[in-house]
């Protein structure tokens, strides 16, 4: 009996067991997984983080910690593009950890993903709510305190409103269905787009290269006496959530026009563009203005308006209010769809592995997650909570990289339309940036996220 609970544990799933289980629709191209994956990483990190980090711990060097991280992200988007190609079916590192390490394991990475997923949702919606009450004030409607805030954030009110109605106004936009869903991505991608052009523009003749002394004030990475890590590398660990959701694209195979080809594509495409995207805002923001003041909420506005640019620091918050929906859609559909997967092999009720027939959508599972995530974001201040979806990416990523190098041990003749060169030393690579970033990351974070998986 024990012998046969250990291999049930462990026991793997076909390669391509799933392809095209759910009865969903195949309606996405590359063009639409990249600007899915764009969609999802242009958000709070670029808006929100930069500053923070900046001001912080890094300095203007926080656009070497964009590097550090980018880097290890794309690690982990390699050994996604990899299995994404090969294993495919399933997607997300739910599907991949069970291919290569069995149902036990994969079981784990599940709720691992769900924990991150689900938190960083409501967590963005309580910052959308944030910059959404700021406009409506700036045009004389703001709303009370009352509703801006749950009753046990530091300054308590009765519940969040605005988060609450953004994530159902989401989840009834996934019910209709994913197709729809896409086009309005890429028209609010196209918005949140030209935002940051505008902003750039704007900048690059306005800064200040004295602001830029000393480039690394905390150096690669240190401990101050109370305790707070800063420099670099912390700040790599922090601006990672700059990344989160890139690894939403791999959740989309079963949706994709051509999985192989097109998953891939979107996952590195998407990423290397955000990339770029951050090291060039981060310079130019910490060129505007001296980096102490961007300890504050939105610091590519703030920095605007310190210059007296307020048309164009307007036109940034309305593309901050774009670019935080656009991420909250993507990370949304990433974890209904992950719920889906575990539901069909049996890992969770198979109430979630029901699909309309109409839509083509698991209406099921995106009305629970949705009502779940609007009591979590109206209710619960999720500043603490956040810091989790970090550790729990990166946990995943770790996963998928060491996927990649089992797979290539146990199923050596999988066929790999695309495959990582260079053998095993991108995923050990993979494993041992993100491994490192983890490390880096506060204790107490450690703790939650053991507490979690326990």
Same mark, same amino acid.
């Given at each position: 009996?024990?012998?046969?609970?250990?291999?049930n544990?462990?026991?793997?799933k076909?390669i391509?067991?799933?392809?095209n289980?759910?009865?969903?629709?195949r309606?996405?191209s590359?063009?639409?997984?990249?600007?899915?994956?764009i969609?999802?990483?242009?958000?709070?990190?670029?808006?929100v983080?930069?500053?923070?980090?900046?001001?912080?711990?890094?300095?203007?060097?926080?656009m070497?910690?964009?590097?550090?991280?980018?880097?290890?992200? *794309?690690?982990?988007?390699?050994?996604?593009?990899?299995?994404?190609?090969?294993?495919?079916?399933?997607?997300?590192?739910?599907?991949?950890?069970?291919?290569a390490?069995?149902?036990?394991?994969a079981?784990?990475?599940?709720?691992?993903?769900?924990? #991150?997923?689900?938190?960083?949702?409501?967590?963005?919606?309580?910052?959308?709510?944030?910059?959404?009450n700021?406009?409506?004030?700036?045009?004389?409607?703001?709303?009370?305190?009352?509703? *801006?805030?749950?009753?046990?954030?530091p300054e308590?009110? %009765?519940?969040?409103?605005?988060?609450?109605?953004?994530?159902l106004?989401?989840?009834?936009?996934?019910i209709?269905?994913?197709?729809?869903?896409?086009?309005?991505?890429?028209a609010?991608?196209?918005?949140?787009?030209?935002?940051?052009c505008?902003?750039?523009?704007?900048?690059?003749?306005?800064?200040?290269?004295a602001n830029?002394s000393?480039f690394?004030?905390f150096?690669?990475?240190?401990?101050?006496?109370?305790?707070t890590?800063v420099g670099?590398? $912390?700040?790599?660990? %922090?601006?990672?959530? $700059?990344?989160?959701?890139?690894?939403?694209?791999?959740?989309?195979? #079963? #949706?994709?026009?051509n999985?192989?080809?097109?998953?891939?594509?979107?996952?590195l495409a998407?990423l290397?563009?955000?990339?770029?995207?951050?090291?060039?805002?981060?310079?130019?923001?910490t060129?505007?203005?001296?980096?102490?003041?961007?300890?504050?909420?939105?610091?590519?506005?703030?920095? %605007?308006?310190?210059?007296?640019?307020?048309?164009?620091?307007?036109?940034?918050? /309305?593309?901050?209010?774009?670019?935080?929906?656009?991420?909250?859609?993507?990370?949304?559909?990433?974890?209904?769809?992950i719920?889906?997967?575990?539901?069909?092999d049996?890992?969770?009720p198979?109430?979630f592995?029901k699909?309309? #027939?109409?839509?083509?959508?698991?209406?099921?599972?995106?009305v629970?997650?949705g009502?779940?995530?609007?009591?979590?974001?109206?209710?619960?201040?999720l500043? /603490?909570?956040?810091e989790?979806?970090?550790?729990?990416?990166l946990?995943?990523?770790?996963?998928?990289c060491?996927?990649?190098?089992?797979?290539r041990k146990?199923?050596?003749?999988?066929?790999?339309?695309?495959?990582?060169?260079?053998?095993?030393?991108?995923?050990?690579?993979?494993?041992?940036?993100?491994?490192? %970033?983890?490390?880096?990351?506060?204790?107490? /974070?450690?703790?939650?996220f053991?507490?979690?998986?326990?």
């Open positions: 009996m024990a012998s046969n609970l250990i291999q544990l462990f026991r793997k076909p391509g067991a799933c392809h289980q759910f009865g969903l629709r309606v996405l590359a063009f639409d997984l990249t600007l899915l994956g969609g999802a990483i242009i958000g709070t990190g670029i808006f983080l930069t500053g923070v980090a900046a001001a912080t711990q890094a300095g203007p060097a926080v070497l910690s964009f590097v550090v991280a980018g880097l290890a992200c *794309t690690f982990a988007a390699l050994a996604y593009s990899e299995l994404a190609s090969s294993v495919g079916g399933c997607g997300s590192a739910y599907g991949y950890s069970y291919a390490f069995g149902e036990f394991l079981w784990v990475i599940g709720w691992d993903l769900v924990l #991150e997923y689900g938190v960083a949702v409501a967590a963005v919606a309580n910052g959308w709510s944030g910059y959404f700021n406009a409506l004030t700036a045009i004389g409607m703001g709303l009370p305190q009352s509703l *801006t805030a749950g009753p046990f954030a308590p009110g %009765l519940v969040n409103l605005p988060a609450v109605m953004i994530i106004i989401l989840m009834v936009l996934l209709v269905g994913i197709k729809e869903s896409a086009r309005l991505n890429a609010m991608v196209f918005v949140k787009l030209l935002t940051i505008v902003f750039i523009a704007v900048a690059v003749f306005h800064v200040q290269p830029w000393p690394m004030p150096g690669w990475f240190d401990t101050l006496p109370d305790g890590t670099v590398l $912390a700040a790599a660990s %922090l601006v990672f959530f $700059a990344y989160v959701g890139f690894d939403a694209v791999s959740t989309a195979v #079963e #949706e994709a026009k999985p192989q080809r097109d998953v891939p594509i979107g996952i998407s290397i563009f955000c990339t770029l995207i951050y090291i060039v805002v981060s310079g130019l923001l060129g505007l203005v001296p980096y102490p003041e961007l300890n504050v909420s939105s610091p590519v506005s703030h920095a %605007l308006q310190t210059l007296g640019i307020n048309w164009a620091s307007a036109l940034v918050a /309305t593309g901050v209010i774009t670019g935080l929906t656009t991420v909250m859609l993507v990370l949304y559909y990433g974890l209904t769809r719920i889906l997967a575990i539901s069909s049996g890992l969770l198979s109430f592995a699909v309309d #027939e109409k839509t083509h959508t698991p209406v099921r599972t995106t629970l997650c009502v779940i995530m609007a009591i979590m974001a109206g209710f619960i201040p500043g /603490t909570l956040a989790l979806v970090n550790v729990g990416t946990a995943a990523f770790v996963m998928v060491i996927g990649v190098i089992v797979l146990t199923a050596p003749d999988m066929e790999r339309p695309f495959k990582i060169p260079g053998g095993i030393i991108i995923p050990v690579l993979g494993v041992l940036s993100c491994g490192a %970033l983890i490390a880096f990351l506060p204790s107490i /974070t450690h703790a939650r053991l507490l979690w998986l326990g």
